[in-house]
């Protein structure tokens, strides 16, 4: 159980063009669905909060018109990288919580790597 | 503001003995969990072992246990009988009771190296 898939796990674009990155927990509701960036040998960025039917939080520094954040139901929350350039290259990873209160654990997604030509 | 750390950025063991990986934080806080995720080659976040603050007990997970001293504000995590499948980046994370939404705050990770 507890399982949560991103799509795609790799992707290559223009430089300019807008892209999409789905996540989804497969097999439970997700209170809070949270999407992070991650620099080769660094630890993870958290970007931005989201939780579903309203607008995301998103931390100090990051592009909200950047980087859209959908979170359509409790299963799918999509993460938008509009015009992307050159340095919005990174590794993205989502996770999605379960439970409630101190059962709260978040469970990860496989990433999806982004290269931006 | 919280804060982790992880001092060692690479660790290295030989197969089947035990490592102990370090993580100590800043909290003002006195009820906050505890969590150590694991990121092999593979980069997908694995979580290994959570602690409850409140807990005097150490969490355990088959192989890994932790060694967690609220007063020195210290959770370490131990590996024993290493496998080859143990390594991997791991990461420390704190999670503050107080608030919505449970946000992490990760320390640095620390390599683990498994020699055969």
């Known amino acids: ?117 | 503001a919280q804060t982790v750390t992880q001092s060692q950025p690479e660790m290295s063991v030989q197969e089947a003995e035990t490592v102990t990986l370090s993580c100590t934080y800043d909290t003002s806080e006195s009820d906050y969990y505890l969590f150590w995720y694991k990121q092999p080659p593979s980069r997908q976040m694995i979580l290994v072992i959570r602690q409850e603050a409140y807990k005097q007990q150490n969490a355990t997970e088959n192989r890994f246990s932790v060694n967690f001293q609220k007063a020195a504000k210290s959770f370490s995590l131990k590996i024993s009988d290493s496998q080859l499948g143990d390594a991997a980046m791991y990461f420390c994370a704190y999670r503050s009771e107080v608030g919505s939404n449970y946000q992490l705050i990760w320390g640095a990770g620390t390599k683990l190296i498994i020699k055969p």
Not at chain 1, 37 to 64: C, D, H, I, W
Not at chain 1, 93 to 108: L, M, P, R
Request: charged share 15%; proline share 3%.
């Open chain 1, 1 to 117: 159980g507890a399982v949560v898939s991103q799509h795609p796990s790799r992707v290559i674009c223009k430089s300019g063009t807008s892209v999409k990155i789905e996540c989804r927990s497969l097999d439970f509701q997700a209170t809070t669905m949270f999407w992070y960036r991650q620099f080769p040998k660094q630890s993870l960025m958290l970007m931005a909060t989201s939780n579903e039917g309203s607008k995301a939080t998103y931390e100090q520094g990051v592009e909200k018109d950047k980087f859209l954040i959908n979170h359509a139901s409790l299963t799918l929350s999509t993460l938008t990288v509009t015009s992307a350039h050159p340095e919005d290259s990174s590794f993205y990873i989502c996770s999605a919580t379960i439970g409630g209160g101190y059962q709260e654990t978040q469970y990860f997604g496989p990433g999806t790597r982004l290269l931006v030509l």
